[in-house]
């Protein structure tokens, strides 16, 4: 029997992870779940529910598991401890500094329900972090680095497109090469923000729009962009459109570590990205989080997990044997 | 309280072990054991027992994880089923054709003495694994491709050693540019044995040895060499204990994989190894499984494990809560 999936939301990750879900014969697609009038709402496949949000507690039982679509800002921190009480689920809250805040909230849900929730699932965190994690427990010497993109940061253009005078704006997270060079080849460096990434924005002004200010404005943005070489590109609307509305991303986890009696030896461990589609690959690490979920729930398993409490094999269709046979 | 954590054999890799143990201040080495005379052993931990291999049932509740450090052809086929009756342990079975009956013998040893083993530690069977089991269980649809090197080949050199006239060898292995960069770039090609990798070989020859009919032998040598381009460099002894002495390795794994509704995206994880001593990364793999192993136990969770069976968080000194809030 295929696990019942449920889509909450359904932005962009909500339509990636229809597409993850067609993707894995084990999975089925029960219901997408919208704040939008779900009239509006014309899903890529054939015969799905789209139920009312408001609505959704009519759904416990004929779902599996949830996989919420929502953002981390405001979305995730009311939905998921609200959803944790009918369903099992899965989350991709990003908001690193609010992660034990959002755990607990979570694991007293779940537990109280006797569901089981997997919060920050997606790469960053989620594969970012498992690679973290397993690099500096068998390097416990050494330095731990991650570098962002070449990608679309949706919350730098957000920021920009708030600047008086711009009509669109995408903005691209670059590592600087000589700093992954330098890590690539083991000397542990001590890098600065500025140092490890660049910012390049494309922005499509307003008729009339002061460019100077605009650019300013930009590059001393705190927090933003203040901390870093950034690079502002005037484009036309149309020019932006056409070559900017990908979202792209990726980047690296490295951990540089020391072995030997003497720490005389190096060792490197790289994990990288490389992504045409931000939204469809982070649905895709979703949907596997959510065969684990389910079988963990199946296990007896109840609060709240993170992909650092999933043994790996839980997240394949193949069995333990199959795994072991072709892919050990 | 520290792990205790045993030896079984004194190696490369059973050296490897100690420098991993004492750079984990929650192991502690309890003693070596070794089939060689204990008295012609000089470990470099002060005051660590060496004890005889054939002793070894005494320290039975000793040692809290034993750590096999012998080969994979004669030693651990019968080395890890016979300590398992006394032991936890971990091992790093590596001859993937045979993991099927070394797991079935492993479990059923360890799961009548109610102990916890896990085989096949290591980076490939064992990190590599686990990156192909989470990339695929991602990324359904795509391809996935593992290079090895550039590093010595154990078993290739001592291979072209058993040559008529070949004083010593070493060989490395090494994937070809282009192969890496065609998979790299998300084209997915098919690759035979050839275009995948080709063996350098750098030969002391005895003297008077007949050169070209060694470099002949080489070359034509099935399974090991035949299938690939090879090439041949005679040098002196000097020269290759000089140049040749280390036992680097590394490698990479990747899953070059299609996202969205037509699959009309690529996503390409890349995970890669680049090390100074295979032997002390390896071991420094084996150290962080045995703290799992302890943990699993203390959690009754007996017989046969692998790393895809180990949720990460165990393999780490860190807590549940540190991980989340230092590394999620």
Same mark, same amino acid.
């Given at each position: 029997?295929?696990?019942?999936?449920? &889509?909450?939301?359904?932005?962009?990750?909500?339509?990636?992870?229809?597409?993850?879900?067609?993707?894995?014969?084990?999975?089925?697609?029960?219901?997408?779940? +919208?704040?939008?009038?779900?009239? #509006? &709402?014309?899903?890529?496949?054939?015969? =799905?529910?789209?139920?009312?949000?408001?609505? =959704?507690?009519?759904?416990?039982?004929?779902?599996? /598991?949830?996989?919420?679509?929502?953002?981390?800002?405001?979305?995730?921190?009311?939905?998921?401890?609200?959803?944790?009480?009918?369903?099992?689920?899965?989350? #991709?809250?990003?908001?690193?500094?609010?992660?034990?805040?959002?755990?607990?909230?979570? @694991?007293?849900?779940?537990?109280?329900?006797?569901?089981?929730?997997?919060?920050?699932?997606?790469?960053?965190?989620?594969?970012?972090?498992?690679? !973290?994690?397993?690099?500096?427990? &068998?390097?416990?010497?050494?330095?731990?680095?991650?570098?962002?993109?070449?990608?679309?940061?949706?919350?730098?253009?957000?920021?920009?497109? !708030?600047?008086?005078? /711009?009509?669109?704006?995408?903005?691209?997270?670059?590592?600087?090469?000589?700093?992954?060079?330098? /890590?690539?080849?083991?000397?542990?460096?001590?890098? +600065? +923000?500025?140092?490890?990434?660049?910012?390049?924005?494309?922005?499509?002004?307003?008729?009339?729009?002061?460019?100077?200010?605009?650019?300013?404005?930009?590059?001393?943005?705190?927090?933003?962009?203040?901390?870093? @070489?950034? +690079?502002?590109?005037?484009?036309?609307?149309?020019?932006?459109?056409?070559?900017? %509305?990908?979202?792209?991303?990726?980047?690296?986890?490295?951990? #540089?570590?020391?072995?030997?009696?003497?720490?005389?030896?190096?060792?490197?461990?790289?994990?990288?990205?490389?992504?045409?589609?931000?939204?469809?690959?982070?649905?895709? /690490?979703?949907?596997?989080?959510?065969?684990?979920? %389910?079988?963990?729930?199946?296990?007896?398993?109840?609060?709240?997990?993170? &992909?650092?409490?999933?043994?790996?094999?839980?997240?394949?269709?193949?069995?333990?044997?199959?795994?072991?046979?072709?892919?050990?």
């Amino acid at each position: 029997m295929a696990i019942r999936i449920g &889509i909450f939301g359904y932005g962009n990750l909500g339509k990636g992870t229809e597409c993850a879900v067609r993707q894995n014969p084990d999975l089925e697609l029960a219901a997408i779940f +919208t704040r939008r009038d779900p009239a #509006s &709402i014309s899903p890529m496949t054939e015969g =799905v529910p789209v139920v009312a949000a408001s609505e =959704v507690a009519d759904w416990a039982g004929k779902i599996d /598991v949830m996989i919420l679509c929502g953002g981390s800002a405001t979305d995730l921190p009311v939905q998921t401890p609200e959803l944790a009480r009918w369903f099992n689920l899965v989350d #991709s809250f990003d908001t690193h500094a609010k992660i034990p805040e959002h755990f607990a909230a979570v @694991d007293a849900a779940a537990s109280a329900a006797g569901t089981t929730a997997l919060i920050s699932g997606g790469w960053d965190p989620g594969l970012f972090s498992l690679n !973290r994690v397993y690099a500096e427990a &068998i390097l416990p010497q050494g330095g731990t680095y991650t570098f962002w993109g070449k990608g679309v940061s949706q919350g730098h253009s957000d920021a920009i497109r !708030r600047i008086e005078g /711009v009509a669109d704006a995408r903005q691209y997270t670059v590592p600087v090469p000589e700093a992954l060079e330098r /890590v690539r080849a083991g000397q542990r460096p001590t890098l +600065t +923000t500025r140092q490890k990434h660049t910012r390049e924005c494309y922005v499509a002004a307003k008729p009339g729009a002061d460019l100077a200010r605009i650019e300013q404005e930009i590059k001393t943005m705190p927090n933003y962009f203040a901390d870093y @070489d950034t +690079t502002v590109t005037f484009v036309s609307l149309e020019q932006l459109h056409a070559e900017h %509305s990908g979202l792209p991303h990726g980047g690296s986890v490295l951990r #540089s570590g020391l072995t030997g009696w003497n720490e005389e030896h190096t060792a490197t461990v790289e994990y990288s990205l490389k992504l045409d589609s931000n939204p469809e690959f982070t649905a895709s /690490v979703l949907a596997a989080c959510a065969r684990a979920v %389910s079988r963990m729930h199946a296990a007896g398993q109840t609060g709240c997990k993170t &992909i650092l409490d999933v043994p790996p094999a839980l997240l394949s269709p193949l069995s333990g044997e199959e795994l072991r046979r072709q892919l050990l």
